[in-house]
């Protein structure tokens, strides 16, 4: 509540003559909490807009508290992804003392909620324009903007897998073989995806991140912790997206679609689709180990239990492009021993 109410001080301080009520706009994994910020006189709303201009009412702001938080990769991945004409939120106020910034607001409907319908036409309609505007964030990259993800970056996601996943929610010690097994299997992946072409990469572009607008889809959240690293990471977070999921079938036109237009523009991406297509599962195979962590550790360290439902998919992903790849065998071996599941087949090249 203290937060809040410095929060509320501040903006009082912005708008000394409006009045406005503070609301719960969403929170995520990280002590970030954001707050739709609705002003009630709409008699100075063009006097508003002059400062926040195209708001409609609505701003949104981010409680960030300093001691946990740096807004500072926040603010600077907004400008680059805003300058390479993407649609995220616009920042008008900051206070990164205090840990607060006042947004633009992108409303509330996510891709998730509107795709759970299951309407095809409507997310050929969304995945296309979502992957046109990661075509254009990869084309504005530069290397020196962002932090590498390297080799230690890699390697250390990959390691919530058996610290969190393995150790703590199955409450399983790996003997000797299958340490190095899984070990082997670390060196073959890191190796896959340092080899890949680099561009800025998102981190977390998937549904619950990308917001549906009426026009200008889609507006882009949660991009702070964006990297320059292999650029097949964010269609993995896209297509192997851990809250909702669709038939491969889908998911490859989708993926040549995007192959196509990539190399239309003038990205290196792979020039076989066969190749490229390894790269994406590969990258996947990397992520997925990364969210089976993260996900047990925020039920087991956090005590968040909201992420367990979406466990079986994102296991089921990894089993998948495992089964698909010899030099992926041994993960698959591994998980059988960990966890005994039912053969899956599917697409590989």
Known sequence: ????????????????????????????????????????NQEKSDERSSRCEQHAGTLIAMDAPPQHEDCRPFL????????????????????????????????????????????????RELYGAATDALINIQLASRESELPPYDETLLQREMRLFPEWYIGKHLNIT??????????????????????QPRVYVHRDYHSRNLMFLENNNPGIL?????????????????????YIRWDEELVMDWLIRYWENARKAGLPVHRDF?????????????????VLGIFARL?????????LKDLPLVMDYLRRASERYIDLKPLLVLLDELEPQDKQMGYTF
Request: aromatic share 14%.
């Open 274 to 290: 066969s190749g490229f297509y390894r790269d994406y599962e590969w990258m996947g195979v990397q992520r997925h180990l990364k």
């Open 222 to 242: 949660d991009f702070q912790d964006a990297v320059y690293g292999p650029i097949t990471y964010d269609l993995a977070s896209l297509f192997k997206d851990a």
């Open 299 to 307: 039920y087991h360290r956090d005590g968040k239990d909201g992420y």
């Open 76 to 123: 600077h991945v907004a400008e680059l992804f805003e300058h390479a004409g993407v649609h995220v939120p616009h920042l008008y106020a900051q206070d990164l003392k205090q840990g607060f910034l006042l947004l633009s607001d992108l409303g509330s409907t996510t891709y998730l909620q509107v795709l759970t319908g299951g309407n095809i036409n409507t997310a």
């Open 174 to 195: 790996l003997n000797a073989e299958q340490n190095a097994k899984l070990e082997s299997v670390f060196a073959r992946i890191i190796a896959n995806n340092l080899g």
């Open 1 to 40: 509540m203290l937060r809040q109410k410095q929060l509320t001080e501040w903006l009082r301080g912005l708008f000394p003559d409006e009045s406005f009520l503070l609301a719960p706009a969403s929170a995520d994994a990280s002590f970030r909490r954001y707050f739709r910020v609705a002003f009630q």
